[in-house]
């Protein structure tokens, strides 16, 4: 499985943006789905997550109520829609796939995109 992120750009405080992730190789339908991200200095953290179906939804804390997850089983893509930024939402976002179909709180993930990078001006 390949997974790419892209949709990542500088965005003023306040704003929105949409991140996508397809994936290529095989379907991902069955996989449960995550976004991390890694500020500069910062160790990766846990974003957000939705199992294989869509049904299930997961959120760090500090992105709950202004980050939706959510995903397109048929044209094998994951999405981000990001809203109310903040300069503290800057960083290298990463999406992941797990061959489980059902988030797994830490768990380590078989797959990993190549990242792309918000960054949020105040």
């Known amino acids: 499985v390949q997974l790419q992120a892209f949709g990542g750009g500088l965005v003023q405080a306040g704003g929105s943006l949409r991140l996508s992730c397809a994936a290529s190789?095989?379907?991902?339908?069955?996989?449960?789905m995550a976004w991390f991200r890694q500020a500069p200095g910062k160790e990766r953290e846990f974003v957000a997550a939705?199992?294989?179906?869509?049904?299930?939804?997961y959120y760090a804390d500090s992105v709950k109520g202004r980050f939706t997850i959510s995903r397109d089983n048929a044209k094998n893509t994951v999405y981000l829609q990001m809203s109310k930024l903040t300069p503290a939402d800057t960083a290298v976002y990463y999406c992941?796939?797990?061959?489980?179909?059902?988030?797994?709180?830490?768990?380590?993930?078989?797959?990993w995109g190549q990242g792309t990078l918000v960054t949020v001006s105040s």
């Open positions: 190789g095989r379907s991902v339908r069955s996989y449960a």
């Open positions: 992941a796939a797990d061959a489980l179909p059902e988030v797994v709180v830490n768990i380590e993930y078989d797959y």
């Open positions: 939705i199992n294989w179906s869509g049904g299930s939804t």
